[in-house]
C-alpha cells in the first residue's frame, strides 16, 4: 500500500487537510451505508428467513455493535501505534467485502457472520480517522472537522435507505421471481458492498500526518513492535485470551477476572431467561466481560493512558451520556423505515427518498452546526462543548414523541427530520471532548473507547430493546420505539456532570499524565 508516512511541509488546516477530510467523509459515507442498509431491507429478510424484530434488533444492533467494540479497542491502539492510512484502508477492504457476503446469506446464522465481519471491518475506521484529522487540524478547528467526517453517519444512513429502497423494488419489479438465485435485499447488500474496494485504493494514497505536530506535542510516527502491542491488547480484551493476559499480572488479577466473569454470567443467565434470548445477552456480556478485562490490562500495561481515560470521570461521563444518546437514535435508525411501511403503510421507495433524505439532510445541518458552535461556545468558555452535546439529549424528544404519535406520514418525515437534525448536533463536540482530554499518542484508544459507549451501550442496546418491546408487546412497534426515552434522564445527569468536570480534567491532562509516568 502506498501511504507516505509522514507529510511533507501539509500545514495544519491547510488544503491537503480538507483533502483528506474529504475522503475520510466518504469512507465514513460508505461505513453508514454499510452499516445501516439492513434497516430499509428489514421487512423482506423478516420475511425470506423467518426472523422477528427482536431478530433484526440483534442483527442491525448486537451482532455488529459488540465485536465493533471488542476489535476496536486493539485497532484503535494498533493506530496509535502504527500506520494509520494502511489501516483504515485494510478495514475498509474488509467490510465491504463482508457487506457483499450478507447479500449471499441463506439464514440468519450466516447474515449474523457476515454482520459480525463488517463491525471488525468498520473498527478500523473512526479510531483512525480521528486521530488523523486531530492531528490535520488545528484545537481551535477540530470539532468543526470532525464533526463534518461524522457528518458521515447521517448522509450514509440516509442514503442506506435511499439506495437500499430503490434497488429492491427496482429488482423486484424487473425480476419478481429473483434472478441468478438472488432478490432484490441480497442484490442490495452487494451493490453497496463492492464499491468499497475501489474506495480502499484511493484511500491507500493519503499520506501520514506527524503525530502530536498541530498541538506542539510531536510523537514518533511509529511504535518500535507495534504488532505486539496489538496482540497484547488482543489477550487483554478477546475472551479466553483475557485470562492468560489476567495470569500474566498476578494471582490477584486472575482471580478478580475470574470474578468478573461468575458475576456477568449470573446477569447473563438471568436477562436471557428473562427475555428467552440468549445470543443477545452472550454477546452483551461478552463484550462487557472483555471490556472490563481490557480496562484492568490497560491499567497495569499503560498506566498513564489509563488514567486519562478510565481514571477521568469528564471522559466517563462525555462518553456514556453520549452512548445514551446513541441508544435511542440507533433504535430509531433500525426501525424507522419498518414503522413507515408496516404501520404508516408507505411504498419502499418512497420511504428511502423521504425518510432516507431527511434523515441525511437533517443529520448533516445538525452535525455541521453543532460542531461549529461548540467550538465558537469552546472560545468564550472551557465547557463550551458539553451544552451542545447535552441539546442532543433533550430537544429531539418532542419531534420522537410527535413522529411516532401521529398518523400523518407527512407529519412523520418532517418529525424525523428535524429529530434527527437536534440529536446529531451531539457527536461532534463529544467526540472533540474526548480527544482533548487524552495525549496525542492516546487519541485512537480513546476514541476507540468513546466508541465502546456507542456501539455497546448505544448500538448493541439500543435497536435490540426497541425490538424486544415491540414483539414482548405483540408487535407494537410504536411503543417499541417510545420506549428508548427511559434512558434521556440518564444522560441528562451523566451530561451535567460533564458540564462540572471538563474544565478541569482538559486544563490538568499533560500534570496527570506525569504523575502517571508519562515521560513529557
Known amino acids: 500500500m502506498a501511504g507516505h508516512d509522514e507529510t511533507q511541509g501539509a500545514r495544519p488546516g491547510g488544503g491537503y487537510a480538507h483533502w483528506v477530510l474529504t475522503i475520510l467523509f466518504i469512507v465514513y459515507v460508505l461505513n453508514f451505508i454499510d452499516r445501516q442498509i439492513l434497516a430499509i431491507l428489514a421487512k423482506d429478510v423478516k420475511r425470506d428467513l423467518g426472523l422477528s424484530d427482536a431478530d433484526i434488533g440483534f442483527l442491525f444492533g448486537t451482532a455488529f455493535g459488540v465485536f465493533y467494540s471488542l476489535f476496536g479497542i486493539p485497532l484503535g491502539r494498533l493506530a496509535d501505534n502504527w500506520h494509520r492510512v494502511r489501516l483504515i484502508t485494510i478495514g475498509l477492504a474488509i467490510w465491504s467485502a463482508m457487506t457483499a457476503f450478507s447479500g449471499l446469506a441463506r439464514n440468519g446464522l450466516q447474515l449474523t457472520a457476515a454482520r459480525i465481519g463488517v463491525g471488525i471491518g468498520e473498527a478500523t475506521a473512526s479510531p483512525c480517522a480521528y486521530s488523523l484529522i486531530s492531528d490535520y487540524f488545528p484545537k481551535q478547528k477540530r470539532a468543526t472537522a470532525l464533526a463534518i467526517y461524522s457528518s458521515g453517519i447521517f448522509i450514509g444512513g440516509g442514503l442506506s435507505l435511499f439506495i437500499g429502497g430503490a434497488i429492491v423494488d427496482s429488482w423486484n419489479q424487473a425480476f419478481p421471481g429473483g434472478h441468478w438465485g438472488l432478490v432484490g435485499w441480497q442484490v442490495a447488500f452487494m451493490a453497496v458492498g463492492l464499491p468499497g474496494l475501489a474506495l480502499a485504493a484511493i484511500v491507500s494514497t493519503l499520506r501520514e500526518p506527524v503525530r502530536g505536530a498541530a498541538d506542539g506535542i510531536v510523537t514518533p510516527a511509529n511504535a518500535a513492535n507495534p504488532f505486539r502491542d496489538f496482540v497484547a491488547e488482543l489477550i487483554a480484551i478477546i475472551p479466553p485470551l483475557t485470562l492468560i493476559g489476567a495470569a500474566r499480572r498476578g494471582t490477584a488479577a486472575l482471580a478478580a477476572n475470574l470474578a468478573a466473569i461468575l458475576l456477568i454470567g449470573l446477569a447473563i443467565w438471568a436477562l436471557a431467561t428473562a427475555t428467552g434470548n440468549w445470543p443477545q445477552w452472550l454477546s452483551v456480556g461478552l463484550g462487557a466481560y472483555a471490556v472490563l478485562s481490557w480496562a484492568s490490562s490497560l491499567k497495569s500495561r499503560d498506566p498513564a493512558t489509563y488514567r486519562l481515560i478510565w481514571g477521568t470521570p469528564a471522559f466517563l461521563y462525555t462518553s456514556i451520556g453520549y452512548g445514551l444518546i446513541a ?81 400523518s406520514p407527512t407529519g412523520f418525515y418532517i418529525a424525523s427530520f428535524f429529530m434527527s437534525g437536534l440529536a446529531s448536533a451531539a457527536l461532534g463536540p463529544a467526540g472533540a471532548t474526548t480527544q482533548d482530554l ?48 427511559a434512558v434521556a434522564p440518564i444522560s441528562l445527569i451523566l451530561l451535567l456532570l460533564a458540564w462540572r468536570t471538563v474544565p478541569a480534567a482538559e486544563a490538568s491532562v499533560v500534570d496527570r499524565a506525569r504523575e502517571a509516568g508519562e515521560p513529557i
Open 327 to 407: 441508544f435511542v437514535s440507533y433504535g430509531v435508525a433500525a426501525f424507522g423505515a419498518l414503522y413507515a411501511e408496516t404501520v404508516l403503510g408507505q411504498p419502499k421507495t418512497e420511504v428511502g427518498f423521504y425518510l432516507g433524505g431527511g434523515a441525511a439532510a437533517g443529520g448533516f445541518l445538525g452535525i455541521v452546526l453543532g460542531g461549529r458552535i461548540a467550538d465558537w461556545a469552546k472560545t468564550r468558555a472551557p465547557w463550551g462543548r458539553v451544552p451542545v452535546i447535552l441539546s442532543g439529549t433533550l430537544l429531539p424528544i418532542p419531534f420522537l414523541v410527535y413522529a411516532y404519535t401521529t398518523s
Open 438 to 485: 487524552v495525549l496525542p499518542r492516546m487519541r485512537g484508544t480513546a476514541t476507540a473507547t468513546f466508541f465502546i459507549a456507542t456501539a455497546l451501550i448505544g448500538l448493541a442496546l439500543g435497536p435490540y430493546f426497541a425490538g424486544f418491546m415491540s414483539t414482548a408487546s405483540g408487535g407494537n412497534l410504536r411503543l417499541g420505539v417510545l420506549s428508548l426515552l
